[in-house]
């Protein structure tokens, strides 16, 4: 049977991460309305997080680098330790591109819970990219022994905000290899008023490894995209990797589902049911930048596999609790 989840889950999350660790709990991360700190909430159950104490385990700087904007934070567990990659930029203002001018980075912490104290933070400093743009919405994915990392980034050479790319990493905060371009911004749903492809996730199921993203401008224009790889292909190379040409989440006028994106991936609490974890908003009648607008909210759904081993994520689901 089906578990009924909370729908929105947490009001005013945007961005949302839920990480489900093998002490029992699942550990939930996100953008808060006002971009100056991080924070974390942990239970036993999905529904619990609706309920769960928010712990903020980091504040931005007063001034300069990871002073401003901090966007999308995400913890992971890697080599015993745990690790939350953010992205921080120094102001409020463009850069000569008409950019934000956010860059990447990464905090560490040996405590056995997370949420002891911001004390056990440790800030490693920025990942470090080849070219010195806007970047973004790091995750990062083990798999056959090696750490990858994925994010998004702004090439001055490529029309649009940001691309997505791929490299492993040589520790939880340094690049090994270069950068590898997965997708860029290229169909009409992925360029609506601006060209953008972020937000990052990845999931194994069967034989393949599925990269979602999301695309267009953060209102009701945004949606998921998805690339898709056989397990035993270099993930690495980009030929190997297959990008659908329609969006496989989108908004649905019907139930006032609107931007639904910037996604992650969990499993249920008996393990059977995988859950996508994203935001969205139930209006379209935003005033200025929908980036300062409070109200994308973290939402659960499970999803199925079809017969081949792709997902179908269906539609957004109806809020039922407000």
Known sequence: MTKNYINPLIIQRADPQIYKHTDG????????????????????TLNGLAHAAPKTIWRKHQTGEMSQLIWAPELHYINEKWYIYFAASKTTEFDANGMFQHRMYVLECEAVNPMADEDNWVEKGRVVTPIDSFS???TTFSWKDSLYYVWAQKDPDIIGNSNIYISKMANPWTLKSDPVLLTKPEY???????HVNEGPALIHHGNKIFLTYSASATDENYAM????????KDLLNPSNWHKSNKPVFTSDLGIHQFGPGHNSFTTSEDGEKDILVYHSRNYTKIKGDPLYDPNRHTCI???EWDSDGNPIFGTPTAYNYE
């Open 136 to 138: 973004l919405d790091a």
């Open 188 to 194: 009409e749903w992925e360029n609506r008023i601006f």
């Open 25 to 44: 709990y699942y550990y939930l991360s996100a953008s808060v309305p006002a971009y100056n700190l991080i924070e974390l909430r942990r239970a036993k």
């Open 225 to 232: 995209g998805m690339l898709t790889i056989d397990e035993d």
């Open 301 to 303: 759904q499970t999803f």
